[in-house]
């Protein structure tokens, strides 16, 4: 097994508190828990550790005040409540300690501890049924080993360094139970390691291949790692055994979305509706499947369902606003403010509230409000983020060190011969739709959308937990044998079958490939590589405005976006120095201002004959998931490249970090 991780300061505090706690030195664990709660207030153990002690000391009133102070920040810790039923039953206040001990469980069903205080207390009040619920949980968790346990409770609870180094120092020790390779696996999947949790359980279901939950787990890695194929054959299989079951089918649409069968996932989305009606987050899902096939009334009407049933729902807002044609009434933007400002909202919605307001005032052309709400929307989500831009620089530089032209010279004619994919890369709201819209229009060109086919052989490459500030890739690509590059091409082009109709070629629109150029010239020599790229502050402000699905973080934050937006310059410089004449540049506004001239020109480096329909791509009737679907089934409008001005008060830091990137950006 892997070492543990290593532990942080704060965690290193944490778990010396603990240990003061289990030998009762409960006075110098308050002094110590008090101090980190003042130099870590967000750290929610701190505050827990302080209660727990507080009430050790049987200073039960101060305990409750500081799980009063903890809800507020954390409220699904389950060891608070927990804490909160201990102190119940110091007061002998039963009604109200069953309560804490049921909230306890329902957040965290590892917790034996408290369910063994429920049967107690539901013995004690006569509810038979409660009890033996508790007693049937208690027998599956003693036959768990304690280890075991302990990780499952801190896992649920989000410690996933702590709940893996005890999985990890169980299994190390000799221990082998399933169950324990199943919440590693889960941790894993926690961390977005898709790989080694996938492996993991390929590993338990060939020992142990009728156990649901392990599989029920790999169809959720499969579907978050984006290996949709896989994922629909393994939700397909469980279904057969299970046809009616409502989180399969679900799971199910999941997996047609991710193959942009949308018209099967609405199917199932509507059957259950029927069966879930007052669920928002279907709803959701359906709204986001109707507004990819362009029936945007029907989506509408879904994301409106969604928020009258959650009124703090952010991201039914959100998704209103992402349409970018809907203009929000006077009564929901007084709603969206006051759900933002509600002391119960959590993160995810007041960062989705947030966005979904700044769009809001954009619209009303009340600017500077718009941008308290976009600036507001950033600094949240940006503060989950774990975005790092030192380790896109290192990548940049390792390519610009690896891939020389003497590399390339080196390796001349290696690869498969496919010339079927077109890529399109540059920076995210760069245009790339638009330019994927007019490809797609061509009768010889199918549309897919955003494959993670060449992010996920860059992970293979890159192998299981790589240092990112000493990496594998792309250093690796000097090891490889020419039949390895041929193999990976072949490989691209078979597990991108699916996404793909009959057309001889097919559009890759993945942005962020621009970083593996140098890689997909290696595997794939004939395929054509576009690069569509955008006035700077057009394209850096409307990231900042863009909340995305997944992904991006680089955008949460002006210095973020500047310095990506320079790197990304930086790289498509060697790019076309070392492989001239290999990518076309398309700049957005060049074709903006003049459709027909740059059409010829992208279709005429593809290999392609004019044909009149790429003119007049927004009538194209085709599905699209990418934030800019809506605008390109409508004609150009140019004043839309200069949206930024409106901004530009704020955006002095935004100009200040580009820097000389303001005009060499056409070079």
Known sequence: MSSPRVLSPTELEVSRIRELSKLRRHGEAVVAAEALATEAPQNRDALYLLAANQRCLNHTSDALRTLEQLQQQHPQFSLLYQERGYCYMTLRDIPRAIDAFSRAVNFNHALATSWLMLERLYRMTGEAKGAA?????????????????????????????????????????????????????????????FDEAERLLETL?????????????????????QKYVQAYEVLG???????????????????????????????????????????AELHLSLGHCLQSVGRQKEAIESYHAAAIIKPSFGDAYWSLANLKTYNFSDDEIARMRAEESSPSATGVDRC??????????????????????????????????????????????????????????????????????????????????????????HSQVDATQELPNIPRIVRELQGHRSDPYHPRYPGVLAELAPDEFRNL?????????????????????????????????????????????????????????????????????????????????????????????????????????????????VLEFCGLKFERPCIEFHKLDRSIATASSEQVRQPIFRDRLFQWRHYEGWLAPLAHHLGDALACYRE
């Open 133 to 193: 619920v508790a007693s049937e949980q208690i027998s599956f968790l003693q036959q768990l080993p304690p280890e075991v346990v302990r990780a499952a409770i801190l896992f649920s609870d989000g410690g996933l360094a702590a709940a893996e180094n005890t999985l990890r120092a169980y299994l190390n020790g000799g221990g082998s139970h399933l169950e324990a390779f199943r919440l590693l696996a889960r941790i894993n999947h926690q961390w977005k390691e």
């Open 205 to 225: 279901l060939r020992v142990a291949p009728n156990n649901r939950g392990a599989r029920l787990d790999y169809a959720r890695v499969l579907l978050d790692a």
């Open 237 to 279: 299989r469980m279904l057969e055994a299970e046809p009616g079951n409502s989180d399969l089918l679900s799971l199910h649409a999941a997996a047609c979305v991710g193959l942009g069968r949308y018209q099967s996932a609405i199917e199932i989305y509507r059957q259950l509706l029927a069966q879930l009606p007052a669920s």
């Open 352 to 441: 989705h509230l947030c966005f979904a307001l700044g769009r809001a005032y954009e619209e009303r052309s009340e600017y500077e409000k718009s941008w308290q709400f976009y600036e507001r929307g950033n600094v949240l989500k940006r503060a989950e983020c774990r975005y790092d831009p030192e380790i896109f620089e290192i990548n940049t530089r390792n390519q610009i060190e690896v891939c020389t032209a003497g590399f390339f010279a080196a390796r001349a004619g290696v690869g498969a011969p496919d010339p079927d994919p077109i890529f399109i890369v540059g920076l995210p709201r760069s245009g790339s739709t638009l330019v994927e819209q007019i490809l797609a229009s």
């Open 489 to 601: 091409g072949k490989g691209y082009i078979s597990n991108t079958r699916p996404y793909r109709g009959n057309k001889p070629f097919f559009i890759d629109k993945m942005p962020n490939n621009f970083r593996h150029i140098g890689l997909i010239h290696l595997m794939l020599p004939h395929a054509k590589i576009l690069d569509v790229r955008r006035e700077p502050m057009a394209c850096c402000f409307s990231n900042l405005k863009q909340l995305f699905a997944r992904g991006q973080e680089f955008t949460y934050r002006i210095e973020d976006i500047a310095r990506y937006y320079r790197t990304y310059l930086e790289l498509m410089r060697h790019w076309n120095a070392m492989l001239p004449g290999r990518v076309l540049k398309i700049s957005y506004e060049d074709l903006v201002n003049d459709v027909e001239a740059n059409v010829r020109r």
